[in-house]
Nanobody, 124 residues
């Protein structure tokens, strides 16, 4: 079965950087839609980034220029580079994946079948 395991979260001051990792098993990172969501306490899940089979990437305006999603197919690992972090970036960050599709990847929680347990990011 599919497992997504995130790591790399932590506490950083405003303006700091973090690199989150997501190691996938039972799922080939190269084949489908993958992305990241985040959720702060009392808030709904927010889409952060998506990457397609062809490595094209998409971001919401709220994080554009401050995040970079990438993948290492050989290591079967997804990454999220976060820079110039702000307190409002705090939350649990989830790695997500969906089987291959022939349209653009979705950007809502319902568009993704597989979810990791999350890794906490706290920006003071």
């Amino acid at each position: 079965h599919v497992q997504l395991v995130e790591s790399g979260g932590g506490s950083v001051p405003a303006g700091g950087s973090l690199r989150l990792s997501c190691v996938a098993s039972g799922y080939r990172v190269a084949t489908g839609c993958m992305g990241w969501f985040r959720q702060a306490p009392g808030q709904e899940r927010e889409w952060v980034a998506a990457i397609e089979r062809d490595d094209s990437t998409r971001y919401p305006e709220s994080v554009e220029g401050r995040v970079t999603i990438s993948k290492d197919n050989a290591e079967n690992t997804l990454y999220l580079q976060l820079i110039n972090l702000k307190p409002e970036d705090s939350g649990i960050y989830y790695c997500v994946a969906d089987p291959p599709k022939y349209v653009r990847c979705g950007t809502t929680p319902a568009d993704f079948t597989y979810w990791g347990q999350g890794t906490q990011v706290t920006v003071s």
